[in-house]
Structures are given as C-alpha cells and as structure tokens.
C-alpha cells in the first residue's frame, strides 16, 4: 500500500492557522472514510476528525469536541488530496499530525480507531 505524503506542519504561535493536505492513492481515497490523528508526547493517541465523502458531493463530518469551531476537514477527490484547517491554534494542539483511512463500511466518528499510515506532520504551538 503506498504511503500517503502529509504536509503542512510547522511551528506557530498561539491564536495562528496551519493547513494540513494529504495527498492519498486514489484507491483509497475515494472508497474510505479518511481522518487525521494526533499524538502528543505523553498522551494517548486521538482522533482529530474525520470525513466521508459521498457520492453527489455530500460530506459527513466528525470532529472531537475540543477542537470543534475551530479546525475544518474537508477532501479535494479531483487532487486525492485531503486537507485539515486550522484555526486559533492552542498549546495543547500540539502533536504529529497523520492522516489515516478505513475503506467503507465506516464512520467518520470512529477515525480514532483507524491505524497510523503515514509519516506524519509535526504541529507545535507556542503559547
């Protein structure tokens, strides 16, 4: 299975943005509910959001409470590209980025039990 590229992490400070992309086999993008975790140093391993983008361009959307209004996943089927915005970053956003995927059926909801896929994107935010 060929990795997906992930990109877009760095270094900001608090209150800044960053976009995350993920760039996926075609494959698998257009038949998997796809999602980005996190994981931070000393922390258990989370999930972030989710997406499933169905057919008609109707999209189903999960996101963990602490970051709802404030990042938005969407997915770009024409570049297999999925994107993570990220706004009024906090401290605690802190973490390697990694874009995941789980082929249907599947929920965007549970991308916190999807396997790590790729490399990953380091985020850190200074307060």
């Known amino acids: 299975q060929v990795q997906p590229v992930e990109s877009g992490g760095g270094s900001v400070q608090a209150g800044g943005s960053l976009r995350l992309s993920c760039v996926a086999d075609?494959?698998?993008?257009?038949?998997?509910?796809m999602g980005w975790l996190r994981q931070a140093p000393g922390k258990q391993r989370e999930g972030v959001a989710g997406i499933y983008s169905g057919r008609g361009g109707t999209d189903t959307t999960y996101y963990t409470d602490s970051v709802k209004g404030r990042f938005t996943i969407s997915q770009d089927n024409s570049k297999n590209t999925l994107y993570l915005q990220m706004n009024s970053l906090k401290p605690e956003d802190s973490g390697m980025y990694y874009c995941?995927?789980?082929?249907?059926?599947?929920?965007?909801?549970?991308?916190?039990?999807?396997?790590?896929w790729g490399q990953g994107t380091q985020v850190t935010v200074s307060s």
């Open positions: 075609r494959s698998i993008i257009s038949r998997s509910c």
């Open positions: 995941v995927a789980k082929f249907t059926p599947c929920s965007p909801a549970d991308v916190g039990s999807y396997g790590p």
